[in-house]
């Protein structure tokens, strides 16, 4: 007796399942119309999402390699980091490298080409370890020479052994580094690499202190607690020093990209707001057309519930289906729009890309749903003879 019972539930679930579809395809121009609102709000919410991850991934790919730095300025009112200030600096726990920095910009000239560069004079043996070295080798220290970066080298179309002039002074480019990527400590592609000794000689006043320090620790999660032995050690009577974890402006930056990109889907789940109202619309004209026929159901012994699920599977079908299709056509719309704004497109497929697509169906498949509840609950609500009498 309970078999039958299941059974009967199974055929008439079934049945139900099969009337949904077939009210679908009665009205089939219809019913594309309002899948196809469905589908641009899928693809738009999807795509959007995948832009601004993307976004957020390219900067933390070209600045997650800093984020066990600190970057110690001079205080209001100073103008550099002095010798004793570092010596200061390397009697603090936890630090890996202390490298200090002169740092100023001027106009790198080669042949009949010139471009403004930044210009770094920094022992020989401290930069690898900021940016690696693609081609030759280093200066040393003394010396005349120097090494650039990969833009620059481009910029001005100059190989090793070329002679770069910076302040009147000529160097010998004797190495080009790897390309780097943005930095918050140095801008490395597009920089001219000197040796101390020849920076002090060619910008004047700048053998009084640095222009700043990059200290990197020994281990990341200690970073906050040398930040503070650094701070205590340096600011005990006036703030000589100003020092900047890197972590937390990566944390700020992933902040700014999740709401742009939360600002960017909010844009687009308007398109979806549209579907939604124009389901409505279809669902409520299929409920009028269909009056007698929810009569003849409800007489023959169809209840409330019955009519009610029915109505919903039509709205749950047609969801689904167009978001689905959305959710495929948006790795097209995600690969374009990363494609002509960020010009690559290798961040579509990482997992946190694919969440939006998925996060975009759901958003679909819940406006559909949401889109028939209404007409749903009208045709459920409906009296069998007032039904009937429906001409």
């Not at 202390?98 to 001027?106: D, E, F, G």
């Not at 020849?198 to 700048?206: G, K, P, V």
């Not at 020994?218 to 607690?225: A, G, R, S, W």
């Not at 990482?350 to 498949?365: H, K, Q």
Request: glycine share 10%; aromatic share 8%.
């Amino acid at each position: 007796m309970r078999s039958l019972k299941l059974q009967n539930r199974y055929f008439k679930g079934n049945m139900y399942a099969e009337l949904a579809k077939r009210n679908l395809k009665r009205h089939m121009a219809r019913t594309v119309l309002a899948a196809v609102g469905i589908i641009i709000g899928v693809i738009a919410i999807s795509s959007m999402g995948i832009l601004g991850n993307s976004l957020k991934l390219s900067v933390s790919d070209s600045l997650g390699d800093v984020g066990n730095e600190l970057l110690v300025y001079p205080g209001f009112g100073e103008e550099t980091i002095t010798e004793k200030q570092v010596e200061k600096m390397q009697k603090v726990a936890g630090i890996e490298n202390l490298i200090p920095i002169y740092s100023s910009a001027s106009m790198a000239e080669y042949k009949n080409e010139e471009t403004y560069a930044s210009v770094y004079g920094i022992e020989s043996d401290d930069l690898p370890g900021l940016a690696p070295i693609e081609a030759g080798r280093m200066y040393k220290r003394g010396s005349s020479d120097c090494v650039i970066g990969s833009q620059l080298a481009e910029d001005l179309e100059v190989n090793i052994g070329g002679k770069i002039t910076i302040e009147d002074t000529k160097f010998r480019v004797i190495g080009i580094l790897k390309e780097r990527g943005m930095g918050f400590d140095i801008s490395a592609d597009s920089a001219v690499f000197i040796d101390e000794q020849m920076f002090t000689r060619i910008y004047e006043d700048t053998d009084e202190g640095y222009s700043y320090a990059i200290i990197q620790v020994e281990d990341i999660n200690e970073i906050d607690t040398v930040k503070e032995d650094l701070e205590e050690r340096l600011n005990k009577k006036d703030e000589e020093v100003f020092v900047l974890a890197t972590n937390t402006i990566l944390s700020s930056i992933d902040e700014i990209s999740r709401y742009i990109s939360l600002f960017l889907m909010g844009i687009s789940s308007i398109s979806l707001l549209v579907a939604g109202v124009s389901i409505l619309n279809v669902m409520l004209m299929s409920t009028m057309e269909r009056t007698r026929e929810i009569g003849i159901m409800k007489a023959v012994g169809a209840s409330r519930k019955d009519v009610l699920k029915m109505f919903l599977l039509e709205a749950l079908f047609l969801g689904t289906a167009a978001s689905l299709i959305g959710g495929i056509l948006s790795f097209g719309g995600g690969f374009l729009i990363t494609v002509l704004i960020m010009k690559q497109a290798s961040y579509l497929f990482a997992p946190s890309s694919m969440a939006y697509i998925i996060l975009g169906i759901v958003f679909g498949i819940m406006t559909g749903v949401a889109g028939g509840v209404y007409p749903a609950w009208k045709a459920a609500q409906m009296r069998p003879l007032d039904a009937l009498r429906h001409e």
